[in-house]
């Protein structure tokens, strides 16, 4: 007996069929051209990579690493083991070092877009595979650049009329951090009894994550605030990313709870927050990772970066107004009319104009509804006597009227149609 297999796509895994990959599309090339606006190049990388790179980069405590890695083994002599990327930092990180970038031209801002892949609970807007919009600075340490990163964001809010809130934290870095860290310690350990059990753990491996706890978040708001601890310059550092947001008008507020969940963050962290997408609100993220590069065996460079999560904000915007409408659907009636209909075409085409001819040998009356269910601006009819006489009939489907026209000067009315 044949095993019958259901071939159903993956739990978190999703398709985007149509107009929903084109709400991402639209997400993607909207950042695309605000990155490159701010003059930040393309870098494309690999979806795998050695496991040891997350877990020496976005930290073997963290969950991303230590609960959410698709990994395996190579089938090479060392069994190497290998993991889809959960994030774009390591890899972009691991990129600079090896092309030499950190010693020759530390400078760098990069972007990337793609696939990312962690094994969480699925839900709306949480899914395993889920795709990224990314931008890392390197050889910067200033808070201007912290600033850019998150203007930058809020340009996206800008275009794409989202309703977001900005949410920033500072961590302090290798000379405060220490401080805060064993602040939180001290506080987990008086608090002890009343801690959650994946706090008990927490509080041993990285008391830092007891501030992400979504059990206790009461008892946490006694907790140490690490803004308390920080020392003059990263003091004065937070101060003026605050103020330059302030004159950009970019609507914030600090929270002094946001720690993170990856490990390599120093100084500024910040998450992008949407009203409009449910529980999983956080659609944008980022941070300041100056140890980063040098902990990965590069020089000892700043670094900078934020990532979107493309699917949270195609899931807060209005699907419809990216809908794709042809300017034309081409209705041709009959043999020859076909012929010419597609000669038609190219040429509308080549004069940047969306047409769809229409499957021919139906009605007419089916073929006018086809071209309103594709949502068409115009039909453009053509059968024998149209092809005799060099003309066309030009239907503009929402006002319901129609002309006839000279073939010549199609593209020119429809141009106009397009630009009114
Ligand atoms: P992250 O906060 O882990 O940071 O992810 C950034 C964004 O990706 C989140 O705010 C969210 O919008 C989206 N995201 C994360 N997980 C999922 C998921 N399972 N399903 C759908 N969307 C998701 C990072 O990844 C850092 N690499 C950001 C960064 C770049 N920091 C510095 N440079």
Not at 249 to 259: D, K, Y
Not at 292 to 321: C, M, N, Q, Y
Not at 377 to 401: F, K, N, P, Y
Not at 405 to 414: F, G, M, P, S, Y
Request: hydrophobic share 40%; net charge neutral.
């Amino acid at each position: 007996m044949a095993l019958y297999v259901q071939l159903t796509r993956l739990r978190g895994f999703q398709d985007h069929i149509g107009i929903d990959a084109r709400v991402q599309a639209a997400v993607e090339e909207c950042a695309r051209s605000i990155a490159e606006r701010h003059n930040v190049a393309e870098i494309r990388i690999p979806v795998m990579e050695r496991l040891d790179l997350y877990q020496r980069s976005s930290g073997e405590t963290s969950d991303v690493v230590e609960k959410q890695m698709y990994a395996f083994a190579d089938h090479d002599d060392a069994h190497t083991m290998l993991a889809l990327r959960p994030e774009g930092t390591p890899g972009v990180v691991r990129a600079y070092i090896e092309a030499g970038l950190d010693r020759s031209d530390p400078e760098q801002r990069l972007y990337y877009c793609g696939a990312m892949f962690r094994r969480e609970r699925p839900q709306k807007g949480r899914y395993r595979q889920f795709n990224q919009f990314g931008v890392e600075i390197f050889g910067r340490a200033d808070a201007a650049c912290d600033a850019e990163l998150i203007v930058m964001v809020d340009e996206m809010r800008r275009e794409l009329g989202l309703e977001l809130n900005f949410e920033i934290n500072s961590l302090g870095c290798i000379e405060c951090r220490p401080r805060f860290r064993n602040a939180l310690l001290e506080w987990g350990r008086a608090h002890l009894a009343d801690l959650c059990q994946d706090c008990h753990l927490r509080l041993e491996r990285n008391p830092l994550r007891l501030l992400d706890c979504k059990i206790d978040v009461k008892l946490t708001e006694s907790a140490p605030r690490s803004l308390d601890y920080l020392c003059g310059d990263c003091q004065t550092h937070f101060g003026i990313v605050n103020d330059l947001l302030e004159d950009a008008a970019v609507p914030h507020s600090v929270n002094s709870r946001l720690v993170r969940g990856l490990d390599y963050y120093t100084r500024t962290t910040f998450e992008a927050v949407s009203t409009g997408v449910g529980a999983q609100s956080a659609v944008a993220a980022g941070g300041r990772y100056d140890g980063l590069v040098e902990a990965l065996g590069g020089a000892s460079v700043p670094g900078s970066g934020f990532a979107i999560g493309v699917d949270r904000i195609a899931l807060a915007l209005e699907a419809e107004r990216f809908r794709l409408r042809p300017d034309a659907a081409l209705i041709a009636l009959g043999e020859p009319a076909a012929r010419r209909a597609m000669h038609l075409a190219s040429q509308m085409r080549a004069a940047k104009l969306t047409v769809e001819v229409l499957t021919p040998g139906r009605g007419l009356k089916a073929l006018l509804r086809r071209a309103d269910k594709i949502g068409a601006r115009h039909a453009i009819i053509m059968g024998d006597q149209e092809l005799a006489r060099g003309v066309v009939v030009l239907r503009d489907l929402r006002a319901s009227t129609q002309q006839e026209l000279a073939e010549r000067d199609l593209i020119a009315a429809l141009a106009a149609g397009a630009s009114r």
